[in-house]
């Protein structure tokens, strides 16, 4: 959820054009089978990560080529979205403070949980969330006022066939956070009981997502209108800008971006965490040393990337042709290579 | 309890407040990076000179603008902080960040555009049209808010942003204070940035700005002007209709009337049957609440538009009652009233209609209307919309209720006889 809320609207409009919003949750779903998929594997193997599932099934040297092109492409993702908690900062409220110093704070607060250790970030999720969820919902409560009359209408006007299309480009979003769930498993409860909840929380944490985005784009277009939801770079910040409460309260964006730089941290850290899980899995390094080069890689990605509309569309890209095609071969394979063994009775 | 089992819940203790102490150390951490960073860029607000109203004209040299700039200023010995006179000035240039440029050379402090409120696109420049690329400073630099208002200006805007008004109020905020005021008169429409970005991405729809213009004395507004023959009042009257970004046309007060009536825009409204040849008693009333609805309608071979407007209004004035009424026929003229205001509100609706069809631009949205209502229509009529814009059939249904007849049941009249001539 930490970036998804920004370049949602933009992307699922784009196709669908006023039906956008319709396709926010359909797209999400899909990372339903997946999730269970993965959580399939995780009863048959408790306490291994998919990697160490993919060394047990396929193999060690299939396992260290996708467990390299996983790293490579956590790595550069990671580093793409550290870009982005500058990009935004610089292009909406703090033009003149040099962009690094954004990259440096995010990256020192990302060091520094991937330290504390798996349980601190939990937590500190635990508390930053309600609070985008807070920063979420209070901006677009305060954006109703701005609401254009029938931008909305008409509902289906292109038909079912463009929400499907616009559906594939929210899906991307959902493998995002399937590729977390796969290096975070062996942290995972595996007694039955729990084992239950956790396929809930599944359910619950695409449906709560999906839900939050489909009333982002939903806002979106029924204030800006779509061929304006499709303009601008980060709609969601430029409805932030528009809130004014009487002529008393106005320019209550700051509030919002500092929610939302919790929320890049908790997804850029979920990553940290699966290039760090990853590296030990594959080459046994850990420690202060494999945390160290991780962020520089992050911080080198950052730096060396494009800024604006440009970096928007690189992480589209990033998202849909290299981690949606490779979650979902990886863990389609993995699934059935592990049916098919147990039906074969191989070991 | 052994020695073993106190040491390890000890242990979970410590373990527990060292956790609670790290997650507390680490958002403490997240807003000390986010006010650190802050400090880079920052200014004192005293070093800030807020923008309140900017004008475009067209310059001198071809291709450029004239570009002026109302900041506001605390007054000096001003009974309240509150209390701003106005700083103005102007630069031509090619482009807006060049005339700020321009500026920001002669003043004393730096411009901060986060705090416009208006603005004002001068006549030649809307009549010449590409105002647009001058919108775009304002709708892509970050300090900018969409919630700014449009206005075009009759004759120059630089020559409203300059007015002296007798209010000693900056123009930039007086014509503030008159569009959001605005919704007392509902006569005109209120558009924001934001608003008029929309409309620009329907295709179909043509943008529509209010008119603001100054008034002289003697210009249906009396008032005692310091100087004779210079304006010392600003109305906002009527509407500029666009085509893209080029001004096509004016619409009058009673046109610009008809597209509130029509888009639904109408919150309260004076208004009044004086103009009414057929009927003898005349009225004036305020209306309380106005819904406008369209249906697509079709007999069967053609499809036109039906505008449903439903109008509760309360009666504030009745004139030209020579009698005293008796409680029936009270009942009586509250009938008649009400089919007064209707016709009325008709007039007005059918003059915007007429302009639209004269002018051959859809700035009354009956394209988007169409496609709200009936796509699979739309999608056979878009493409030559154009064309069809002047012949599209469009009719009315207007109901008025009289909500209440104020304090009085009738009217002081003469007795019979007396100051009849």
């Given at each position: ?124 999720t635990e508390v930053v969330f309600p609070l985008i969820v807070i ?213 | ?25 680490m958002i403490f951490s997240l807003f000390l990076i986010l006010s ?171 943008p529509i700005l209010p008119v603001v213009e100054a008034v002289k ?205």
């Open positions: 959820m930490g970036t998804t809320f920004l370049p949602i609207a933009s992307l699922t409009t784009g196709v669908a054009d006023r039906d956008g919003w319709m396709a926010v949750l359909p797209g999400f779903a899909l990372g339903i089978p997946y999730g269970l998929m993965i959580m399939s594997l995780y009863k048959k193997y408790p306490q291994k990560n998919l990697l160490q599932m993919t060394e047990m099934l396929l193999g060690k040297w299939v396992c260290k080529i996708i467990g390299v092109l996983y790293i490579l492409i956590m790595s550069y993702f990671g580093g793409l979205l550290l870009g982005q908690i500058g990009d935004i900062y610089e292009s909406s409220i703090m033009p003149r403070t040099p962009i690094e110093m954004f990259y440096l704070g995010g990256l020192l607060l990302v060091l520094y949980l991937a330290r504390s250790g798996i349980e601190v970030f939990t937590r500190f920063a979420l919902v209070l901006n677009m409560g305060l954006s109703i006022p701005r609401i254009e009359q029938g931008e909305l209408m008409p509902i289906l006007g292109q038909g079912i066939i463009p929400i499907i299309l616009a559906g594939s480009k929210v899906t991307p979003f959902v493998m995002e956070y399937i590729l977390f769930l796969a290096g975070i498993l062996p942290f995972l409860p595996a007694d039955k009981q729990e084992f239950t909840s956790l396929k809930k929380g599944v359910w619950l944490a695409v449906f709560l997502v999906g839900f939050m985005n489909t009333l982002v784009v939903l806002m979106q277009i029924v204030i800006f209108g779509p061929s304006e939801t499709v303009n601008l770079v980060y709609g969601l910040l430029v409805l932030g800008k528009m809130v004014e409460v009487s002529r008393t309260i106005a320019g209550v964006e700051s509030l919002f971006l500092g929610a939302w730089f919790g929320a890049l941290v908790i997804k850029i850290c979920a990553f940290f965490f699966v290039v760090l899980w990853s590296l030990e899995s594959l080459f046994g390094l850990k420690g202060t040393k494999s945390h160290l080069v991780v962020g520089m890689i992050f911080m080198g990605v950052a730096l060396n990337n494009k800024r604006g509309p440009g970096l928007v569309v690189e992480i589209g890209l990033v998202d849909n042709y290299l981690i949606f095609p490779f979650a979902s071969l990886w863990i389609l394979t993995i699934w059935t290579f592990s049916h098919w063994k147990k039906k074969v009775g191989v070991s | 309890m052994d020695v073993f089992s106190l040491e390890e819940e000890s242990g979970c203790l410590m373990k527990s407040s060292r956790k609670k102490y790290m997650t507390g150390l650190i960073s802050g400090c880079w860029g920052k200014r004192e607000v005293e070093d800030l000179a807020p923008l309140m109203g900017i004008g475009f004209d067209l310059g001198e040299k071809p291709g450029t603008y004239l570009v002026t700039q109302q900041y506001a200023k605390t007054k000096k010995g001003g009974n309240s902080g509150a209390e701003t006179e106005e700083r103005t000035l102007g630069a031509e240039a090619s482009s807006v960040r060049e005339a700020f440029d321009i500026v920001s050379k002669a003043a004393y402090r730096t411009p901060f555009m986060g705090s416009l409120k208006v603005i004002v696109i001068g006549e030649d420049v809307a009549k010449a049209g590409g105002f647009n690329n001058m919108l775009d400073f304002a709708q892509r630099f970050a300090e900018f808010r969409r919630s700014m208002y449009l206005v075009i200006a009759r004759g120059k805007a630089e020559d409203v942003l300059n007015l002296k008004l007798r209010s000693e109020q900056l123009p930039a905020l007086y014509i503030r204070s008159i569009i959001e005021g605005g919704h007392e008169l509902s006569a005109f429409p209120m558009v924001r940035l934001g608003h008029y970005l929309t409309v620009l991405g329907t295709k179909s729809t043509a004395d003697g210009d249906r507004i009396h008032y005692k002007a310091e100087k004779a023959d210079e304006a010392g009042e600003i109305r906002i009257e009527g509407a500029g209709v666009l085509n893209g970004d080029q001004l096509v046309d004016f619409l009058n007060d009673e046109e610009t009337k008809g597209y509130m009536w029509l888009e639904d825009d109408v919150f309260n409204r004076l208004i009044n049957t004086v103009d009414l040849k057929e009927s003898t008693v005349k009225f004036s009333g305020q209306v309380l609440k106005s819904n406008t609805r369209y249906k697509v309608k079709s007999d069967g071979e053609n499809i036109g538009l039906n505008y449903q407007v439903r109008t509760s209004i309360a009666i504030d004035e009745v004139l030209g009652l020579d009698r005293q009424l008796s409680g029936s026929d009270w009942v009586e003229l509250v009938k008649e009233a009400e089919e007064s205001f209707a016709k009325v509100i008709q007039q007005e609706c059918e003059s915007a209609i007429k302009k639209q069809r004269e002018l051959g631009f859809d700035f009354l949205g009956i394209g988007r209307h169409i496609e709200q209502r009936n796509p699979k229509y739309w999608k056979s009529l878009k493409e030559r919309w154009k064309q069809e814009v002047s012949d599209f059939p469009v009719s009315f249904d207007v109901k008025v209720t009289v909500h209440h007849t104020g304090m009085s049941s009738s009217s002081a009249t003469n007795s019979e006889g007396e100051g009849q001539d």
